[in-house]
T-cell receptor
């Protein structure tokens, strides 16, 4: 079945540096992917919608210049956290909808833990 | 904008018993999808069950079933014969039937299974 893979699962970076997280659809093409953020003991909050070949759509309050999203191919979307700070430490998870668009199946990646020290 | 509310931060149930998790939502749309996701400690999001709003029949997946009340905008999850592996965070989620497949999540319910 369709699978979405994220990499890395865990990453630690120094404050002020940038870190990239990849989200891949392994056996289907995804023109749209979604990036969520989850703080400890909280729900998933949508950060942005990644659109293949065009600019991402960011949710209100999400800094576009800080969270760079690139969807250069039909199987890969990347989230780059630029000039990371400790408050950016969180769990980031991506999702992609079922390409057959049955309308009700969305696949999630395994998620990525980011710790900024 | 749509909102999803889960009023039970934590629930517990004896193993083999039945538990119901509550979810209400607010929307002005007539066509949409509702989901229950399970998130174990691994943080992987696992789809438990889904419901299309245009279907009157409640969805069922083995031990999991929903009580979908469209007029009341309620979407509860019933877990029968609870098992230790059911322990996890459960999130209710909403998705418009239109072109955007983004999900709006509730705040979650932590389910504990008592042996």
């Amino acid at each position: 079945g369709a699978v979405v893979s994220q990499h890395p699962s865990w990453v630690i970076c120094k404050s002020g540096t940038s870190v990239k997280i990849e989200c891949r659809s392994l056996d289907f093409q995804a023109t749209t992917m979604f990036w969520y953020r989850q703080f400890p003991k909280q729900s998933l909050m949508l950060m942005a919608t990644s659109n293949e070949g065009s600019k991402a759509t960011y949710e209100q309050g999400v800094e576009k210049d800080k969270f760079l999203i690139n969807h250069a191919s039909l199987t890969l979307s990347t989230l780059t956290v630029t000039s990371a700070h400790p408050e950016d430490s969180s769990f980031y998870i991506c999702s992609a909808p079922n390409p057959d668009f049955s309308g009700n199946t969305i696949y999630f990646g395994e998620g990525s833990w980011l710790t900024v020290v | 904008a749509q909102t999803v509310t889960q009023s039970q931060p934590e629930m517990s149930v004896q193993e083999a018993e039945t538990v119901t998790l509550s979810c209400t939502y607010d929307t002005s749309e007539s066509d949409y999808y509702l989901f229950w996701y399970k998130q174990p400690p691994s943080r992987q999001m696992i789809l438990v069950i889904r419901q299309e709003a245009y279907k009157q029949q409640n969805a069922t997946e083995n031990r999991f079933s929903v009580n979908f009340q469209k007029a009341a905008k309620s979407f509860s999850l019933k877990i029968s014969d609870s098992q230790l592996g059911d322990a996890a965070m459960y999130f209710c989620a909403y998705r418009s039937a239109g072109g955007n497949e983004k999900l709006t999540f509730g705040t979650g319910t932590r389910l504990t299974i008592i042996p």
